[in-house]
Nanobody
Framework: QVQLVESGGGLVQAGGSLTLSCAAS????????MGWFRQAPGKEREFVAA????????YYADSVKGRFTISRDNAKNTVSLQMNSLKPEDTAVYYC??????????????????WGQGTQVTVSS
């Protein structure tokens, strides 16, 4: 089992920045990739970014590419999401995720077997 706890959400004006952090505990040695999904009211959950734990290779949704940066610290078992140039459409609950294997692809929510409780990000216009 792996437990994930997010922090860093909040309210920010459009154009501002926020950094989300996620701390993993438990069987963290078994994780292959970590990432972030988000869900806005009335919308489906969508992929934001993912990072391969061993190589640091990062992958992003087109909607956040160039604005968001995902990073990991394997020694601390943490993953972070630096969000710059935030837009009102970035408003959502952001979930930290991790998986022990990639079965459906990094952008597919079915790949991830562990999810955090979510943290709210609100971007005002």
């Amino acid at each position: 089992q792996v437990q994930l706890v997010e922090s860093g959400g909040g309210l920010v004006q459009a154009g501002g920045s926020l950094t989300l952090s996620c701390a993993a505990s438990g069987r963290t040695f078994s994780t292959y990739a970590m990432g972030w999904f988000r869900q806005a009211p009335g919308k489906e959950r969508e992929f934001v970014a993912a990072i391969i734990r061993s190589t640091g290779s990062a992958y992003y949704a087109d909607s956040v590419k160039g604005r968001f940066t995902i990073s990991r610290d394997n020694a601390k078992n943490t993953v972070s999401l630096q969000m710059n140039s935030l837009k009102p459409e970035d408003t959502a609950v952001y979930y930290c995720v991790t998986t022990t294997a990639v079965k459906y692809g990094l952008e597919d929510a079915r790949t991830y077997n562990y999810w955090g409780q979510g943290t709210q990000v609100t971007v005002s216009s």
